[in-house]
C-alpha cells in the first residue's frame, strides 16, 4: 500500500525549531519529487518546499527561505523539514506530497502531486 506519513508537530515557541518527518511505505521516495505544503485556518494551502529527485534541487517559498531546510535520508525513505526560527504564521497543518513533476520550477503547483500525507499540526505561540 502507497503511503505517506508526517511526524514531529507539535507546539513550539516564537523562535523555537521543529522537525518534520515525511515516511513513505510502498514506494521509493527518491524517485519522487517531495513538496512539503501547509494550510493554516482559515486559508488555502500553499507549497513551503520542494526536493528534486533528478539532482536534489532545493525550493523555497519566500516566507520560509533561510529559516526551513528540506532534505531527504535514502536510507530511512524519509525527507525531513527543518523549520527554525519558527513565526506564529507558520501555525499550520503541514502535509507532504510526492510527484514527478514536468518543470520543477512548478513544484508548487498542487495538482503535479500524486500522494499525500494526512498532515502534522504545527502551532507556534507562546
Known amino acids: 500500500q502507497v503511503q505517506l506519513v508526517e511526524s514531529g508537530g507539535g507546539l513550539v515557541q516564537p523562535g523555537g525549531s521543529l522537525r518534520l518527518s515525511c515516511t513513505a511505505s510502498g514506494f521509493t521516495l527518491d524517485y519522487y519529487d517531495i513538496g512539503w505544503f501547509r494550510q493554516a485556518p482559515g486559508k488555502e494551502r500553499e507549497g513551503v518546499s520542494c526536493i528534486s529527485s533528478r539532482d536534489g534541487s532545493t525550493y523555497y517559498a519566500d516566507s520560509v527561505k533561510g529559516r526551513f531546510t528540506i532534505t531527504r535520508d535514502s536510507a530511512k525513505n524519509t525527507v525531513y523539514l527543518q523549520m527554525n526560527s519558527l513565526k506564529p504564521e507558520d501555525t499550520a497543518v503541514y502535509y507532504c506530497?510526492?510527484?514527478?513533476?514536468?518543470?520543477?520550477?512548478?513544484?508548487?503547483?498542487?495538482?503535479?502531486?500524486?500522494?499525500w500525507g494526512q498532515g502534522t499540526q504545527v502551532t507556534v505561540s507562546s
Open positions: 506530497a510526492a510527484g514527478r513533476l514536468n518543470v520543477i520550477r512548478l513544484w508548487m503547483l498542487q495538482n503535479e502531486y500524486d500522494n
